[in-house]
């Protein structure tokens, strides 16, 4: 007898990922606002990484700043393109859709400070490298890319293995 089981559908999973992922960005904004406003920076790990406040008004990594339009609409309609791929491939490889999750939650956080305050919250000030202050959202956007990327890679080779597989048993 073949067991039946309900299946959690895998769309309310991404949704629970961007969800937790906006979460944690509003949160960890929120406490930067409230704790480091008022001064200049925080060394967690002197002359590595610090927690410094920022308001950005551009893009990532404060580029092209001043131009919060601009990135309100860019930023919509790829956040509009994400949801129709979710629904759409919401079947497909589970990895690529977490990515996609991961990303969409990332616009999210910072879409809701460039409404909210016309700028967003930046505190993660990793100076090891002299890098630029971003926040979580930041890094989910950034972690979800590389995700995005690494399963597509894997994708296109498993493609390519199944492909010279069937080709060689074709041919005998």
Same mark, same amino acid.
């Given at each position: 007898?073949? =067991?039946t089981r309900m299946k959690f559908p895998r769309l309310i999973l991404y949704a629970a990922i961007a969800a937790a992922v906006v979460a944690a960005d509003q949160l960890t904004k929120y406490a930067a606002q409230t704790a480091l406003r008022d001064i200049e920076t925080f060394p967690l790990i002197r002359g590595v990484l610090h927690l410094?406040? @920022?308001e950005n008004t551009g893009a990532a990594f404060g580029m092209m700043a001043d131009k919060r339009w601009i990135?309100? /609409?860019?930023s919509s309609v790829a956040l509009v393109a994400m949801a @129709?791929?979710?629904v759409i491939n919401r079947n497909g490889r589970m990895m690529t859709n /977490?990515? %996609?999750?991961?990303?969409?939650?990332?616009? %999210?956080? +910072?879409m809701i400070d460039r409404f909210a305050n016309g700028f967003v919250v930046?505190?993660?000030?990793?100076?090891?490298? +002299?890098f630029w202050v971003f926040n979580v959202a930041d890094s989910f956007v950034c972690i979800g890319c590389g %995700?995005?990327? &690494?399963?597509?890679? &894997?994708? =296109?080779?498993k493609a390519r293995? =199944?492909?010279k597989t069937a080709g060689g048993e074709a041919g005998e």
């Open positions: 007898m073949k =067991e410094t406040y @920022v990135f309100m /609409v860019l @129709v791929f979710a /977490v990515a %996609v999750a991961m990303i969409f939650g990332g616009g %999210v956080g +910072n930046d505190f993660i000030d990793f100076r090891l490298i +002299n %995700v995005l990327i &690494l399963s597509l890679i &894997l994708g =296109e080779i293995k =199944e492909k």
